[in-house]
């Protein structure tokens, strides 16, 4: 069984940076790709950046630029470097991974971005 624990701090002033980061662990699991999504009040969960273990990597356009996904050279930790962040990045970033058999998600962390 594959968990993944995130961490990370939360809180930020416009144009400043945070990093989020995802372990994955658990017995004989083979990763195919790990992702960040974000759900903000009201709106549905959305992709915010994915990147397989080949290191092919995909935004979504709001974050192009801005925000940096990377993995670990293990391959099962994955981090979401953001910069000159906004307000409308307040969300609940949500860590995902999949695999052979599995999809599992984080626990969730609150990114607030505010002045």
């Known amino acids: 069984q594959v968990q993944l624990v995130e961490s990370g701090v939360g809180l930020a002033q416009p144009g400043g940076s945070l990093r989020l980061s995802c372990t994955a662990s658990?017995?004989?699991?083979?990763?195919?790709?790990m992702g960040w999504y974000r759900q903000a009040p009201g709106n549905q969960r959305e992709l915010v950046a994915i990147i397989n273990t080949d290191g092919s990597t995909n935004y979504t356009d709001s974050v192009k630029g801005r925000f940096t996904i990377s993995l670990d050279n293990a391959g099962n930790t994955v981090y979401l470097q953001m910069n000159n962040l906004k307000p409308e990045d307040t969300a609940v970033y949500y860590c995902?991974?999949?695999?052979?058999?599995?999809?599992?998600w984080g626990q969730g962390t609150q990114v607030t971005v505010s002045s």
């Open positions: 995902n991974s999949v695999g052979r058999g599995y999809a599992v």
């Open positions: 658990g017995s004989s699991f083979s990763i195919y790709t």
